[in-house]
């Protein structure tokens, strides 16, 4: 399939604070990353309408739950925080504010959480940007490529699900 775009963000609880994005676009099987820095959810919506991606994924809770969810718990293991704490419970909000303007303009949103992406996956995040919100925003676009790939599956249930990799089947050789 050619012609994919990805959006990625690593949204920030409050829109004074920076907030990653990263756009992948694949065209004939070669892809493109472009990552910066944004803030408002106003430059977000703006970005999404320009290039009309076939996703979003979002790296924060997008709910308007103020107790964890399934999901929530099953990503401790990742070092997720709970959604009672004040900073989460304002990214939430915000989170799940905008994945409804996403979604109003018919574009599908997922929820991501970019250390287990990072742990699953291997990745070294610190090689992908020098700013850590850049290089969340990266790991989230391509946790959204995974997924239009079949490569991810949902954790939690109809209160909230994150998408996460699956984890690789390959075994190393032996020698």
């Given amino acids: 399939m050619t012609g994919r775009k990805v959006i990625g963000i690593d949204l920030a609880g409050n829109p ?19 990552s910066k820095t944004i803030f408002t959810d106003e430059e977000i919506l703006e970005e999404i309408k320009r290039t009309l991606p076939n996703l979003v994924a979002i790296d924060a809770p997008l709910t308007d739950k103020k107790q964890d969810r399934m999901c929530d718990k ?12 004040p900073g989460v419970q304002m990214l939430a909000k915000r989170g799940y504010k905008l994945a409804q303007e996403i979604s ?5 949103v997922i929820e991501i959480f970019p250390r287990a ?24 676009a391509i ?3 995974l997924h239009l790939e079949g490569k991810t599956k949902e954790v939690g249930d109809r209160e909230g ?15």
């Fill in 74 to 85: 099953e990503m401790r293991k990742y070092g997720s925080l709970p959604l009672n704490l």
């Fill in 104 to 108: 109003k303009l018919n574009i599908p």
């Fill in 143 to 145: 946790t959204g490529f």
């Fill in 16 to 34: 004074e604070n920076r907030s990653g994005f990263c756009l992948i676009t694949e065209e004939f099987g070669q892809r493109d990353t472009r």
């Fill in 161 to 175: 699900k994150i998408v996460i990799p699956k984890p690789s089947r390959k075994k190393p050789l032996s020698s």
């Fill in 117 to 140: 992406t990072e742990k699953i996956m291997g990745l070294e995040r610190e090689s992908l940007s020098k700013s850590s919100h850049q290089a969340d925003a990266i790991i989230a």
